[in-house]
């Protein structure tokens, strides 16, 4: 009589690593992989330093830095320890809200332009730019750490668990940063909450 083959919980296959895989790639001289990862991931990383600077031309800047971030660990890159996405946001986020403290003690709030940008849906996009630079200054005055957890939360809506690993801490952290952050930016914007799209969250 045949013996039983004993059975095992079938364990779940991680998605390849293909951001990783093209890093380490591109640190052995494979300059395709280079393009191959900007243009996969810049695009992405222009949209949260534009979320948290309410600048095109700052969050532009912060993506090229982020970028030669990149390629200088390219060579020190242990595939499998971290994705590449996961780095990608937290350095943007901790490029983003450095500058924002820069921006704060150097310039008025009066004193900066307003963008010029020609195209339909003036009125819209005015209002848009007006709730990203009101919530771009809030953010401006938080600790980094409780800026850093609220972009992440309410900017790129990023669950606990991967804020938890953008920012390398716990989950109970990252709702403790979380919550008091949202409440000294409620303290800061007032009345200002359903202008910004925070009703009730």
Request: glycine letters at 6%; hydrophobic letters at 40%.
């Amino acid at each position: 009589m045949p013996s039983e083959v004993p059975s095992f919980p079938v364990q779940p296959v991680p998605p390849p690593d293909r951001e990783g895989a093209l890093l380490v790639a591109y640190a052995n001289g494979d300059t395709d992989a280079a393009r191959e990862i900007t243009e996969a991931l810049a695009p992405r990383v222009l949209a949260q330093a534009l979320r948290m600077m309410a600048d095109r031309a700052e969050a532009e800047d912060v993506t090229q830095e982020v970028f030669l971030r990149l390629w200088r660990v390219a060579p020190d890159w242990r595939q499998g320890e971290a994705r590449v996405s996961t780095w990608l946001y937290r350095v943007t986020a901790n490029l983003c809200t450095d500058r924002l403290r820069r921006r704060r003690r150097s310039v008025g709030l009066d004193d900066i332009a307003e963008p010029a940008d020609p195209t339909p849906s003036a009125a819209d996009r005015m209002q848009g730019e007006s709730r990203l630079r009101a919530l771009s200054d809030a953010l401006a005055q938080l600790p980094e750490r409780q800026a850093q957890a609220v972009s992440l939360r309410h900017l790129e809506g990023l669950s606990n668990p991967e804020i938890a690993a953008v920012m390398d801490i716990g989950i109970e952290a990252v709702e403790s940063l979380t919550a008091r952050g949202k409440r000294a930016l409620a303290a800061l914007l007032k009345g200002r909450r359903a202008e910004l799209g925070y009703g009730d969250e």
